[in-house]
């Protein structure tokens, strides 16, 4: 594929006003729907439109670091709010909320809130306001409007420059912000000012990205068997809800909840309700890592074992079957009691003679909880 990028470049004083990137494919890849082809170029040529102009500091650094409590806003009048909205869905908690100019109090935000700004639209008078709001909060600014407003915008915040605003852009700009997708843009012309030809930071994708099962080649109708899998799981009670999320190379294709939260069936599990961690990491760390052993060959599942801990040659334990304990049915005694072998200084907090210690020291220097520190060598 040989693509062509053009600038469609309006001009005032001197200033571009607006890009516009189009892109060309004058060689079609082999084996590819044209409808697929378009599809993937029009993807490849929005990504790098978006340029990250500034990248700010802290919590408002893209991609976010933490998605723990964010204040939406956009100027109150625009046709933003929907942008707001898509936003606001990936915080936990937000507020999302028009702002006016001519009532300050509406930009009164408490302090060290991360402040994600939505604009489509800037001049000097809208500037002088954020840069006051940027010295008390951290600020990231999503700005759809044209170049000439650039200058205006404060210098102590993530901005995120997105030059034509459509469907698509908007997803991806809420995506690059998130750390769904990297940010990969540069801007094609001198902007003036701080912003010259080639302006763009880069960054990585730090969190899953949704997409669709074709487009990482795996079949939809196969998991629609998921459903069937979930249902039994909850017709049997073996749980009374239960949520699955699949990802193929860092994109999540499927993500859905069923059932309740308890049985009484109170309040139906939702996708982004919060889970205990307890024993996930039987499933989210060992599981995993024995599956992915077992695709490589370096493992069989129906040895015992001893065959792979040497430490366990001889025991009862050495002679069961990996599979054995992945599906448990191992016949190990469930909830074994630890409490007999550990010893009591061993929990004590205030002498700092066993595990715990209220502050870190030489020993002590995983700190679990405030006030709380664990000596990792326990671990």
Request: with cysteine.
């Amino acid at each position: 594929v040989q693509r062509k990028q053009t600038p469609d470049i309006s001009q005032s004083g001197g200033i571009p006003m607006q890009i516009k990137l189009h892109e060309r494919a004058e060689a079609a890849p082999s084996g590819l729907p044209d409808e697929e082809q378009i599809e993937r170029l029009n993807e490849a040529t929005w990504a790098r439109s978006i340029v990250l102009l500034q990248q700010g500091q802290g919590r408002a650094a893209v991609p976010l670091p933490r998605l723990d409590g964010a204040a939406i806003v956009w100027p109150e009048g625009s046709d933003l709010e929907s942008v707001a909205a898509d936003l606001k869905a990936a915080f936990r908690p937000a507020t999302a909320r028009p702002f006016d100019l001519d009532q300050p109090e509406n930009l009164m935000m408490p302090d060290g809130m991360l402040v994600v700004m939505v604009l489509d639209t800037a001049d000097a008078r809208l500037g002088r306001r954020l840069a006051e709001l940027s010295r008390q909060h951290e600020l990231a600014i999503i700005y759809f409007g044209d170049v000439a407003g650039l200058r205006h915008l404060p210098t102590r915040a993530s901005l995120l420059y997105v030059p034509e605003r459509n469907a698509t852009t908007e997803r991806m700009a809420r995506q690059i912000l998130l750390g769904q997708r990297p940010a990969l843009g540069r801007l094609p012309l001198d902007a003036g000012g701080r912003f010259p030809q080639g302006t763009g930071h880069r960054t990585h994708a730090t969190r899953l990205n949704y997409t669709l099962p074709e487009a990482v080649g795996i079949d939809p109708e196969a998991l629609s068997a998921l459903d069937e899998v979930a249902d039994e799981l909850i017709r049997a009670r073996a749980a009374p809800g239960c949520e699955l999320l699949v990802a193929v190379g860092g994109h999540i294709v499927w993500h859905k909840a069923w059932g309740h939260l308890t049985y009484e069936a109170k309040e139906p599990l939702r996708t982004h309700h919060l889970f205990d961690l307890a024993s996930v990491t039987k499933v989210a760390a060992t599981t995993l890592a024995v599956m992915r052993l077992y695709e490589q060959g370096q493992i069989a599942l129906d040895a015992p074992v001893q065959q792979y801990i040497a430490e366990a040659a001889g025991t009862p334990v050495g002679r069961i079957p990996l599979r054995r304990l992945l599906n448990h049915s191992s016949s190990l005694q469930a909830n074994m009691p630890i409490v007999p072998y550990v010893r009591g200084d061993d929990l004590a907090i205030d002498s700092c003679t066993g595990w715990y210690c209220r502050g870190p020291d030489s020993r002590h220097d995983l700190q679990i909880a405030p006030g709380l520190f664990f000596d990792s060598r326990q671990q």
